[in-house]
Every structure is written in structure tokens, then in C-alpha cells.
Nanobody
Framework: QVQLVESGGGLVQAGGSLRLSCVASGRTFSSYAMGWFRQAPGKEREFVAA????????KNAESVKGRFTISRDNAKNTVYLQMNSLKPEDTAVYYC?????????????????WGQGTQVTVSS
């Protein structure tokens, strides 16, 4: 069992930055590929970024390429999402998720564990 707790969300002006963190419980964090997803009101949950179990591979959604960076620190059981040049359309609840896989996974239905989410609001 893995429990995930996100933090770092908040209100920021367009063009600003935030760093989200997701801390995982358990001793096997490095056995899991991790992902960040987001869901805006009235919209489907969408893929944002994913990272492989050892951090050697990452993938971003086209909408955030060049602006968001996913990383992980397995010693701290933590995955991060650095978000720069934020836009109002980035406003959403952001979720981290874990799947017992070695490579990156971008399909939300394949993930085993989810955090409760953290709200990110970008004002124009």
C-alpha cells in the first residue's frame, strides 16, 4: 500500500512559478513510476508529466513542455513538479499518482495509487 500526499499548490499570477511536492509512504517508493495529472472544473483528468522509477526517463504533456519539470528524490520518497511560466489555463487540482512499473506511464487508469490533490489557481 502506498499513500501519497501532495503539497505546494496555491494562488499565483500568470507568469509565476510553483513547485508541487508529493511525499509517498512506504519503503518501496523506488519501485514505482510516478505521474502528475490535473483536473479542471467540468473537464476530464489529464496527464501532465511522468517519471520512471529511477528518474531516468520523463515525459511531459505538450501543453506544459518547456514550462514544467518533473523530478524525484527516492531517498526522500518525494516526486516534484516545478511549474514555471504559469498560465490561467493551468488552473486545476493537481494529483500525483504511483504505479508499480519501471517505465513512464501516461494513462491515468493504469495508476494504482492517487493522492488527494492540491489546488493550483493562476490569475490573469
Amino acid at each position: 500500500q502506498v499513500q501519497l500526499v501532495e503539497s505546494g499548490g496555491g494562488l499565483v499570477q500568470a507568469g509565476g512559478s510553483l513547485r508541487l511536492s508529493c511525499v509517498a509512504s512506504g519503503r518501496t517508493f523506488s519501485s514505482y513510476a510516478m505521474g502528475w495529472f490535473r483536473q479542471a472544473p467540468g473537464k476530464e483528468r489529464e496527464f501532465v508529466a511522468a517519471i520512471s522509477w529511477m528518474g531516468g526517463r520523463t515525459k511531459n504533456a505538450e501543453s506544459v513542455k518547456g514550462r514544467f519539470t518533473i523530478s524525484r528524490d527516492n531517498a526522500k520518497n518525494t516526486v516534484y513538479l516545478q511549474m514555471n511560466s504559469l498560465k490561467p489555463e493551468d488552473t486545476a487540482v493537481y494529483y500525483c499518482a504511483a504505479v508499480r512499473e519501471t517505465t513512464i506511464v501516461i494513462v491515468p487508469g493504469l495508476y494504482d495509487y492517487w493522492g488527494q490533490g492540491t489546488q493550483v489557481t493562476v490569475s490573469s
